[in-house]
Each structure stands twice: as C-alpha cells, then as structure tokens.
C-alpha cells in the first residue's frame, strides 16, 4: 500500500532519518518507534507526503487514501470550530453536502470516542485529551487505505486509550494499514511489525537502534 526506500531527511543540513526502509501492508499494524528527538514524526511526515525526502523514496499504490493524525495540531484550534465541525472535516468533499451516510460517520465516531455531549463546544473550550479524541475522530472519518498516526493515545486515559486501540484493530480487521508513533511499548504491542529509529547523533540512548 505504501513503501519507503532508503529514506534520509535533514533539517537545515542536520541529519535526522537515514537509510529508512519499511512497509506498510493491507490490514496490518506498524509501529514506527524511538527516544525523543529520532525523527518520528519527521517520518511520518515524510510518508503522509507534507514534507519531501532528502533522500530515497515513498510510493503509495494508485488511488490510495492516506489519513494523517500529526502530533500538533495548533492551526485547527485558531479556527471557530465545533466539535461536530471539525470531525465532519473529516469527511468533506467541497462540492456537495453532508450525505446522509457522513452524517451517520460522524455520529458513529463522536459517540464511539465519547465526544458526542461536547458537539457544540469549540475546539478552543476542550481538555487535551477531548480535543485529542475528536481528531482521532476526524482521521477516522476519512475511510481512507492508509492511517498514519503521530503518538495517537499520548494525552489520553486509560479508558479513551482502549477505546481508540479498539478502533485500530476493527479498521486493520477491514483491510486499513495503520502505521503509527509511540512510546508506549503495550501499544507497540497491537502492532505486526514494529521500525525502531535510532537515537539522535547527539544522545547515547539505545546506539544499536536502527530502522
Ligand atoms: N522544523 C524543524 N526544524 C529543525 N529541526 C527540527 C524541526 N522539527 C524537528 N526537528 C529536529 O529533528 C529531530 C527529530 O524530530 P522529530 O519531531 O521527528 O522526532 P520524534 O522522534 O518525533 O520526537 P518525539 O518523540 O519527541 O516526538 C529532533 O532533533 C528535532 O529537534
């Protein structure tokens, strides 16, 4: 579904990623992890296609859906939005409205995610972990082929944590490939295959990890 080869990126002339290979497979789980700092994001950014590889390459099959949860998210909270607003943008198509089957989307993942008592708050009112839950619903309203998701359950209890896990394994049951960023090795565990960056240059944490 997706695949990268010998990725390498720099910020500014600093290596982060170098040398990445993986791939992401039809209803199969990876994790992508790491310490603070070895480029998660920066790869997950790179294979959702928001930043370009300095090196090496992603390709995705033709016609693929590709979801991104990044970890910030700050530009949506300068935006008037509603709870029910902004996961509908998870289903927007600009030249039609709402059909009967976004809405039931919509519904479905607002109360799935225990957000439905919060439709009409703006975004700006929400706890870290409410308006966590509502973008997991937006990525979720996208039915797309490939879900990429930044630290997911970071901000997010116990309780909201099993029920996003839930929805990971039903959406890999039905064919998805989710690859996804985490520190949290009982998450890690959900997944098939797992891509451990190596520490930064710069720190002496864990030197064998490579990707
Ligand atoms: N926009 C940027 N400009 C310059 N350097 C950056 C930028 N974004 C990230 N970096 C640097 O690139 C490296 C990788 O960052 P990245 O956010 O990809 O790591 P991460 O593994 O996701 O970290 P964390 O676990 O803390 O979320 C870090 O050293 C970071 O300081």
């Known amino acids: ?3 990268a080869s010998h990725l390498g990126f720099r910020y500014a002339g600093i290596p982060v990623l170098h040398d990445v290979n993986l791939r992401a497979e039809p209803a199969a789980m990876l994790a992508v992890t790491g310490p603070n700092g070895s480029g998660k994001s920066t790869l997950l950014h790179l294979l959702a296609g928001v930043a370009q590889p300095a090196e090496g390459t992603v390709t995705r099959d033709p016609g693929i859906r590709v979801a991104l949860l990044p970890q910030r ?3 949506i909270d300068a935006l008037p939005l509603t709870v029910t ?3 509908r943008i998870g289903r927007f198509t600009p030249w039609r409205l709402p059909s009967r089957r976004d809405r039931a989307v919509v519904t479905a993942l607002m109360e799935r995610l225990d957000i439905a ?3 009409r708050r703006r975004l700006r009112e929400l706890s870290g972990g409410q308006r966590q839950r509502t973008l997991i ?3 979720f309203a996208q039915d797309a082929g490939v879900y990429i998701l930044d630290e997911p359950t970071a901000a997010l209890d116990t309780g909201s944590r099993h029920r996003v ?3 990971l394994t039903e959406r890999v049951r039905d064919g998805a490939a989710i690859i ?3 520190h949290d ?3 890690s565990a959900l997944a098939d295959h797992t891509v451990r960056l190596a520490a930064p240059e710069s720190s002496s944490v864990d030197p064998r990890g490579q990707a």
Request: net charge negative; aromatic share 0%.
């Open 1 to 3: 579904m997706l695949t």
């Open 73 to 75: 998210t700050a530009d």
């Open 85 to 87: 607003e902004c996961v």
């Open 117 to 119: 008592h919060l439709a």
């Open 137 to 139: 619903a937006q990525t």
């Open 165 to 167: 896990h839930e929805l």
């Open 180 to 182: 996804m960023a985490s």
């Open 185 to 187: 090795d009982e998450e």
